[in-house]
């Protein structure tokens, strides 16, 4: 059994999620303590507690510590089957981070899978459903896996109630090497709104014009379907092989030239940085590339939360990785040991 300190670099729910996920794929029972300890209020929130019952259910597993607050669990999967899940966190927490624990598992199966999922779909601090669509699951394609995704109704804090659905192919996975660009960066933009004025999605679709100098065809506004009102701002920078996606959320009390301004500034700052893997997809890419037991990418600084993510993935599968500064960026290599 491997013991884990959920302090750990940054501290944050990626130490769980990735330990779930990869004890799911290598059959390695884990304790881990002092979850979530690097946040101001430590311990499984309900988006956790749901990832953990997610992968109790797809790896038969034994659990002790699965309640809200719990900063202490012990977790044994007995096997790991595919099949037809429905995951619903009852809140407006993170499903796409729900996903994100359950799917190592599932593209290492022995069969398809879905997965419907109930929840939020454009939640802070986590990537939104078109992150996945976009820049995720198109990477994840070229690398032997499948991931097929539709969403039927999005979910914003605090009413949540967003409902989606993967469908997920067994991986045989090729390693990948996204070192350059290929080609002039395309920029795309959409904006989505749900039971808010029509006025804060054109302000908002201006300040990229102005800021981006982006075409009034680079730009869709969506009115969608969501229990509750919200609007996220979500740019797609494509970079030949590659899409990375920013994104930004409105909230009360926050100007809608704020939100895109935002996300206009990290649209420049990767734009300048002249790499094809932004911080959002290095992050993401490195469970399929120690799955691959190899590949490379060049990317930004890496952020603490992508070393603490890193770290977790060594505990678990024969791979370390290697991050050296190249050429005023980031390389970013796997390699098994």
Same mark, same amino acid.
């Given at each position: 059994m491997l013991f884990l300190d959920g302090s750990m670099g940054e501290g944050g729910g990626q130490v769980l999620r990735t330990a779930l996920g990869l004890s799911l794929v290598t059959g390695t029972a884990f304790s881990i303590e002092k979850i979530r300890a690097g946040r101001e209020k430590p311990g499984l929130k309900r988006q956790h507690l749901t990832a953990v019952l !997610?992968?109790?259910?797809?790896?038969?597993?034994?659990? =002790? &510590? @699965?309640?809200?607050?719990?900063? $202490?669990?012990?977790?044994?999967?007995?096997?790991?089957?595919?099949?037809?899940? $429905?995951? !619903?966190?009852?809140?407006?927490? *993170?499903?796409?981070?729900?996903?994100?624990?359950?799917? +190592?598992?599932?593209? *290492?199966?022995?069969?398809?899978?879905?997965?419907?999922?109930? &929840?939020?779909?454009? %939640?802070?601090?986590?990537?939104?459903?078109?992150?996945?669509?976009?820049?995720?699951?198109p990477v994840l394609h070229r690398m032997g896996a499948g991931l097929g995704l539709e969403i039927h109704k999005h979910g914003f804090y605090p009413a949540g109630g967003g409902q989606w659905r993967a469908t997920i192919t067994p991986a045989a996975w090729?390693?990948?090497?996204?070192?350059?660009?290929?080609?002039? +960066?395309?920029?795309?933009? $959409?904006?989505? *709104?749900?039971?808010?004025?029509s006025h804060v999605a054109q302000r908002e679709a201006s300040m990229l014009r102005a800021r981006l100098k982006?075409? @009034?065809?680079?730009?869709?506004?969506?009115?969608?379907?969501?229990?509750? +009102?919200? %609007?996220?701002?979500?740019? $797609?920078?494509?970079?030949? =092989?590659?899409? =990375?996606?920013?994104?930004?959320?409105?909230?009360?009390?926050?100007? @809608?030239?704020?939100v895109a301004g935002n996300v206009a500034n990290e649209a420049e700052e990767l734009l300048t940085a002249n790499v094809p893997v932004g911080e959002h997809l290095a992050d993401?890419?490195?469970? +399929?590339?120690?799955?691959?037991?190899?590949g490379a990418f060049r990317t930004m600084t890496p952020s603490l939360h992508t070393r603490t993510n890193a770290q977790v993935i060594e505990q678990f599968l024969p791979v370390q990785f290697a991050m050296r500064e190249d050429a005023g960026a980031w390389r970013i290599e796997v390699q098994s040991r």
């Open positions: !997610a992968a109790a259910e797809v790896g038969d597993a034994a659990v =002790e &510590g @699965a309640a809200i607050g719990s900063q $202490r669990l012990t977790f044994k999967p007995k096997g790991l089957r595919a099949g037809d899940y $429905r995951f !619903a966190i009852g809140s407006a927490g *993170s499903t796409t981070l729900v996903l994100q624990t359950v799917l +190592p598992a599932l593209l *290492s199966a022995n069969g398809p899978s879905t997965v419907e999922l109930v &929840g939020g779909t454009h %939640n802070p601090l986590a990537p939104p459903f078109d992150f996945l669509q976009h820049a995720f699951a090729q390693p990948i090497e996204l070192l350059t660009r290929l080609g002039e +960066p395309q920029l795309r933009a $959409r904006i989505v *709104s749900a039971k808010i004025p982006l075409r @009034a065809d680079e730009i869709t506004i969506d009115e969608v379907a969501s229990p509750g +009102p919200g %609007n996220a701002v979500m740019l $797609r920078l494509g970079f030949g =092989e590659v899409t =990375e996606l920013v994104s930004g959320l409105g909230d009360r009390g926050i100007r @809608a030239e704020d993401q890419l490195l469970i +399929p590339m120690a799955l691959a037991r190899g």
